[in-house]
């Protein structure tokens, strides 16, 4: 009864933590149905580390038939930054990722964010209380330094627990009085737990692990009337009926924790899949993939570069499940959706994440879009980030689709364009606004002979109604004529016979076009290009070798 009075005192106008437990049901799901939730702190910016893990949740829970939503974990307000809930819910949103159920579209086991379920958490402390499983504890910040000192200085484990949690056994009456007095105090839970006991963790990806049972008398209600994370933790995913928790490995050692927690409130405990952290190689070290020190770690980074959402998702199911790519590769016409993941096939060790291979992913996916769609998206991308571009190719679809087409519809399409930020890069020089405003971009223009002839061949030879076939046979019988080898047997035998191979005329137009000696298909080019502007650029080219 003394518990109930100070259970009272403390928490004297919550609901009974029956209240909650009728109003958030079991949910009514298939068999083997998961329940899962992703539950970021509004800290910061959605990086690839939280979208690894929230791709899990999704992916386990949607193809299981079941839920997946969206919990913002609020209640250390200290580290909360302006506008971050939005920031997320945005950026998901921008992935084009959703939840079943989350702060916006809302659901039957809300509110989302737990700074909004205050209530329900302090009615769960108050029973606590009322069976003297947890305590006021008044602890000063100057003793709970002293006692770091003591234990410290007598080699003890750190903490507040067994003997050294001084108001752990208070009399219920004079914890009564010195709450009465005004003094200040936290909730702590009362742990039943013996260190020296072995407890074990039967984790859904890394398998069975031992570590000590929990002995710690834990903060669950602070000062301010908010939860820890530990607390909220168990409430939450009991009242929303969680199946799965997945997270981050770095959770692993507060699973003792969590475990007694759920014991002592009497609840179900969910199972545990802790993922293994995105890595990056630093010279010779490897470490955690960072948001703050790695730019590619921000989803904002790719949004800024232009490579595909899709993209993104096809390389976190890459790492996320072994099998993944090669099943993708054997499979082109199915989607992630059509694949099955499971834990078993995740990581248990660091994955390393590999820029170049998501590139590598998103070239790929390029090579399978219609030049319509690129078209479309690198619209839609220059818009927004590269306006100057956006004005160039806003009115004339016909003349950029037509150069992304260039060796597209073949077995072996090619694969130059990663990022809708690449089709600017590969096709610059098709764009005389572009090409004007760069100071002598071309590649090897020192030739060891006089180029006029060059002249010769646009205004005299070149005719852009001819096909490939026809194109290659005058571009050849005018190199011939001109003093190219065009047998490439009779150049290797004596090169001092020629100005050079056939190679190395075709080389010259290429370089005229396009600065480069590498560049998609060069027939393509300079049809779609026209043969008025061939000239011009041709006296261009002439004026700057010349000078």
Sequence with gaps: MEYKELADLIFPNVKDASYYEEKYPERDLKEGAMVTRFAPS???????????????????????????YLRIEDTDQKRE????????????????????????????????????????????????????????????????????????????????????????????????????????????????????????????????IEMPENDMDIVIIKSDGLPTYHFAHAVDDHLMRTTHVIRGDEWVSSYPIHKQLFEVLGFREPKYAHIAPLTIKEGTTIRKLS?????????????????????????????????????????PDKTIDDYEFTFDKMPIGGSLFDLDKLMSISKVYFSKLTAQDIYKRTLEYSKEYDQEFYELIKDDSNYLTSLLNIERNIERPRMDIGSYSDVKKEFWYMFDTLFTKVDKPYQDVSYPYDITFI????????????????????????????????????????????????????????????????????????????????????????KDVNN
């Excluded at 065009?486 to 056939?502: M, V």
Aim: negative net charge.
């Design 42 to 68: 509004p800290t910061g910016f959605v990086h690839m580390g939280s979208l690894y893990t929230s791709f899990s949740a999704i992916t386990l829970a949607r193809q299981s038939g079941g839920v997946v």
């Design 81 to 208: 930054v302006e506008n971050g809930v939005e920031g997320i819910i945005n950026d998901f949103n921008n992935l084009k990722i959703y939840f079943d159920e989350g702060p916006t579209q809302g659901g039957n086991y809300g509110p989302y964010i737990q700074s909004e379920r205050r209530d329900i958490y302090q009615s769960f402390a108050k029973k606590l209380l009322e069976e003297g499983k947890a305590y006021p504890c008044f602890a000063t910040e100057e003793e709970l330094k002293n006692l770091r000192e003591m234990q410290e200085l007598n080699k003890e484990r750190i903490g507040y627990y067994g003997s050294w949690a001084k108001y752990r056994n208070l009399p219920v009456e004079e914890a009564i009085n010195k709450i009465k007095n005004g003094e200040d105090y936290i909730i702590r839970l009362k742990s039943p737990g013996d260190f020296n006991n072995k407890i074990i963790l039967d984790d859904c990806i890394k398998g069975k």
């Design 291 to 331: 948001k703050r020190k790695d730019k590619e770690s921000a989803i904002s980074f790719y949004n800024k570069i232009g490579v595909p959402d899709e993209v993104i998702k096809l390389y976190i199911a890459t790492i996320n499940n072994s099998s993944f790519e090669e099943w993708y590769i054997a499979n």
């Design 455 to 542: 002249r010769d061949y646009f205004t005299k030879v070149y005719n852009e109604e001819d096909n490939e076939e026809e194109w290659f046979n005058k571009v050849k019988d005018f190199a011939s004529s001109v003093g190219f080898a065009i047998n490439r047997k009779e150049y290797k035998e004596d090169p001092t016979k020629f100005l050079g191979n056939i190679a190395d005329f075709c080389s010259i137009i290429r370089v005229m076009l396009t600065t480069s000696n590498m560049s998609p298909n060069m027939y393509d080019l300079l049809k779609i290009y026209g043969k008025d502007k061939l000239l011009q650029r041709l006296d261009i080219f002439l």
